[in-house]
Structures are given as structure tokens and as C-alpha cells.
């Protein structure tokens, strides 16, 4: 079957839904080569995903992935991995661009986000690239993510936010990661980490490296039943939404899509230059995080009251981003924002640790 895709996709000839899945279903048994996997990724991105092929693999990889039960609904904002493109990192690295730089900004939205009463399921892996990822600034945060099942589980339920450490619940995707890792371009399996959330988020806030992805992705979600999700690309950041430039959104509400553009000044946000808003390695991440936790106020605080809005309204809090600023300022300036991180540490310090550390350890 894989021989066959790549030699309908290499002629630029699309994929269904079920051809897709049957194909993802072989790399994901270990049934395909390297080779195989590294030629199939590669013609898909020269010729683009589309909204069926994107749904298919989602759907075939959802399929093999170990399943966490959470009763309530969830907000997922994970963005990590949908951005790394080794040869793109290298090139904006040379002119300075806030894609590569920009703090975590959805690690310290997602305690925002818990803080003001929305249970969160952050989901990521370690990146192989020279971006910093939220999984090392956790970590550096004092969050323990070798923790079991049900560890997860009642963390989630009892604080309002957990991590999901991905090769821990998605071990299929081991196959592709020799290849994905030597070709070292952004491939479809950088765009499912989003779409395949263990937890089964019903809510989603994700930023894309390219505006002509946001329709797409909306179209995605709703394929997959998300019930609501901004999909943004901003100028200046790319990936989440911006205060230093207009943020093009795809606004996906019962199955229904709008896409517009915002800008901050609309909100009350001061533009700001992107270099404002940079970060560094994993410490000093994980130290702008709790900074801006413990109430500092700038262009970065004003980033996190952004995409923290998107999260209360595509969660059902707020109707509109205005609103939901103020929501963000209540989480942070209250302290409860600190207080959920402050309870993770300590619950996952006091966890015991996951069964197969020695195979998290080399992940």
C-alpha cells in the first residue's frame, strides 16, 4: 500500500480518507521501511496535505494511541511540534525572527487558563531542534512528567491541569521517528501532534507557521467532532496570537467556520516589538514563565492575556476575546494562575514514578 501512496503522491495525486489511514496504519504497525516513510512524508509535503489525508493519518494514529479518561470537557493549546522545520529554523535563525525566539507562550496561557477554572491536557514531546519546548521548561519548572495513568488522571481532575508526555501514549510513532529526524523538514506528522491529544480535548486553541493552514486546520477539527477552536497564524510570532502584528483566525463553532483578522490595539494591548517578547533556553523560559505568573506586567504578560482570551472563549467562559482578557488579568493577579503551577510541582513530586522510566529517560 505504502509503495503505491508514494507513487500516487509523488505524481501529485491526493489521497482519501480510508487510503490514508491504511497507509498511516502500515508505518504506525512498523510494516514500512525507513525509506518508505522518509519518501512518503516528503512527497506528501512537496505536493500538501489535504484536509482528507490530514484526517485520515489523525484518525489512524488516534486509533493507536493509549487512551486518558477525563470525564469534563478540556481545552488543548498544544503547538509545539507543529512549527519545527529544521531547514525553516535555520534560515529565520540568521534574521532574528520571534518564531524561533519567543518564550513559551503556551505554557504559561495554560496556567493561566487552569487558574481561571478550565481543566487543561497539555500534550507535547521533546523537540530536536533548537527551539526551546514546553516539556524542558516544565521540567525546569520543578513538573515531574514521568508519572502513570492514573496519576494523570486524577492530577487533571483534582488541580485542572496535566501534561501528556506523547511517546508516552502515541508509541507507534516511534517507526517514523528515525526518519522524520534525518530528513529534518516539517512533515504531516508534525501537524497531528495537535490533532491527536490523549485526552480527547474538546476545545482547542492552535497556531500554525503559515496563514494559508488556519481554514485548513479548522476544517480538520471539525472532521475530527472539536466542538469549537481558534486556529491562528500571526505576523511577527506565527504561532499563537500576536501583539506585535495583525493574527489571521479561523474561528471553528459548530461546524461552522469564519476566518478574520484581529490586531491588539483592538483589545486594548499596546503593539510591541517582537524582541520584547523573546525567550531563551529551557531555564530561562521556565523563569519568564513564573515571572509573569507572579505578575509581572509587560509585552509578554499582555501575549499570555491574549491566548489565554482564545482559550476561555473557544472553551465557552467568554463570548468574545475582550472578555476573556479580563478573565486572564483575574487568573494572574489573584494568584490562582501560580497556585495551579505551584500544585502541580507538588503533586507530581510526590508521584511515584512511570513504570517504564527507563524507556522515558531515552525518549
Keep these: 500500500m505504502i509503495n503505491q501512496a508514494i507513487s500516487r503522491v509523488v505524481r501529485g495525486q491526493d489521497l482519501t480518507e480510508q487510503e490514508m489511514s491504511e497507509v498511516m496504519d502500515q508505518i504506525l504497525d512498523g510494516r514500512a521501511t525507513p525509506a518508505q516513510i522518509g519518501a512518503f512524508i516528503t512527497a506528501l509535503r512537496v505536493k500538501g496535505e489535504t484536509v482528507d489525508e490530514l484526517v485520515g493519518a ?31 529554523i535555520l534560515d529565520t535563525c540568521k534574521t532574528g525572527s520571534a518564531e524561533t525566539n519567543t518564550f513559551n507562550v503556551s505554557t504559561a ?31 525546569n519548572l520543578g513538573i515531574r512528567l514521568d508519572i502513570n495513568d492514573a496519576n494523570i488522571e486524577q492530577c487533571i481532575r483534582e488541580i485542572g491541569i496535566g501534561f501528556l508526555y506523547a511517546p508516552l501514549y502515541q508509541g507507534a510513532m516511534k517507526y517514523a521517528a528515525a526518519p522524520r529526524r534525518e530528513i529534518g523538514i516539517r512533515t504531516i506528522f508534525n501537524l497531528l501532534g495537535p490533532l491527536t491529544n490523549p485526552a480527547g480535548a474538546t476545545a482547542q486553541v492552535l497556531g500554525v507557521y503559515f496563514p494559508g493552514l488556519t481554514d485548513k486546520m479548522a476544517q480538520v477539527l471539525a472532521r475530527l467532532e472539536t466542538r469549537e477552536a481558534f486556529v491562528v497564524c500571526s505576523e511577527g510570532t506565527f504561532d499563537e496570537i500576536s501583539i506585535c502584528g495583525p493574527t489571521r483566525i479561523s474561528h471553528l463553532k459548530e461546524h461552522k ?75 494572574i493577579d489573584s494568584g490562582k494562575a501560580k497556585e495551579k503551577l505551584d500544585a502541580l510541582i507538588k503533586f507530581t513530586q510526590n508521584c511515584g514514578g512511570f513504570v517504564r522510566k527507563q524507556l522515558f529517560a531515552g525518549l
Design 109 to 139: 496561557t495554560a496556567f493561566t487558563v487552569a487558574g481561571a477554572g478550565v481543566r487543561v491536557a497539555k500534550h507535547g514531546t521533546r523537540l530536536r531542534s533548537r527551539r526551546c519546548s514546553s516539556t524542558e521548561v516544565l521540567e
Design 257 to 331: 467556520i469564519t476566518t478574520f483578522e484581529i490586531t491588539p490595539e483592538e483589545f486594548g494591548l499596546p503593539r510591541a516589538r517582537p524582541e520584547s517578547i523573546t525567550g531563551g533556553n529551557a531555564r530561562e523560559n521556565a523563569r519568564i514563565v513564573r515571572s509573569i505568573l507572579e505578575g509581572e506586567r509587560g509585552p509578554r504578560r499582555d501575549m499570555v492575556l491574549l491566548n489565554a482570551a482564545a482559550a476561555f472563549v473557544v472553551a465557552g467562559l467568554d463570548n468574545d476575546l475582550r472578555e476573556g482578557i479580563e478573565r486572564a488579568k483575574e487568573s
Design 58 to 88: 489523525a484518525k489512524a494514529v488516534r486509533a493507536k494511541s493509549k487512551k486518558i479518561h477525563i470525564q469534563n470537557h478540556l481545552v488543548n493549546i498544544d503547538r509545539d511540534e507543529i512549527n519545527i522545520d529544521e531547514e525553516t
